[in-house]
């Protein structure tokens, strides 16, 4: 992919993207740039995030889960002095408009509805993880309920596969779900068993303007994009005092 010299080019896991899409006209005013935004999930396969860039891609910006920054940063495809947390995020589970509300406010309350659903949809990212690497093994239920979850790959978005009935529950970050029409209920996990998850970004090493990533950066960490931020479901590292 090549990158126009008047353009910026951010790659976005999806927690950020809609905080994101908001901010671009602000960044575009202040750099006198086209944002291109060339992914907005980290995915699966040839299109996911680190293969693009481990294929070379030239990008700008990168932002995704902390723990996933470093380790590009680990590869070399990041530059470590510009990691910048930005936001915190939790892991919400939707159900299609018109079904019931389900009860997930304690950790029985989660149990007996994972049980109780016919299919469940989650995420190839980090909340996709520790849902079928961690919450269902804590809540004792992961041979009943593995079988009949689906890992929503390639991009898509996991409330999209609920709107359309495909799966009867679905789990993923809560900023990724807000935006999802089709879906209702959407209600963060108990605080017991909550995973929070810090999104940073960072100047990607093949950057053509270090400088211009750089400012963009500092102008998603700084106050001006809190409400953004807020708004989108996620909870911004810089706070007004």
Partial sequence: MHTPANAVT???????????LALVPWVERFTGKNVVTAATSIGTGEGSIPNRLKRGEAVDVVIVADAVLRGFVGDGL?????????????????????????DIATAEALK???????????????????????????????????GKSRLIGGGERVGAVVARGEAEIGFQQMSELIP?????????????????????AGVAARSADPETARAVIRFYASLEAVPAIIKSGLEPVALPA
């Fill in 10 to 20: 951010v790659m976005t896991s999806g927690a950020f993207t809609a905080a994101h």
């Fill in 78 to 102: 990041i530059r470590a002095e510009t990691r910048t947390p930005l936001a915190r995020s939790v892991i919400g589970m939707a159900v299609r408009a018109g079904a019931p509300a389900p």
């Fill in 112 to 146: 007996r509805t994972l049980l109780e659903a016919k299919s469940i949809a989650y995420s190839a990212s980090v909340s996709g993880q520790y849902l079928t690497g961690e919450l269902y093994q804590r809540l004792g239920i992961a041979e009943q309920v593995l």
């Fill in 180 to 200: 999802v029409a089709g879906i209702a209920h959407i209600t963060p996990l108990p605080p017991d068993l909550q995973k929070v998850s810090l999104f940073s």
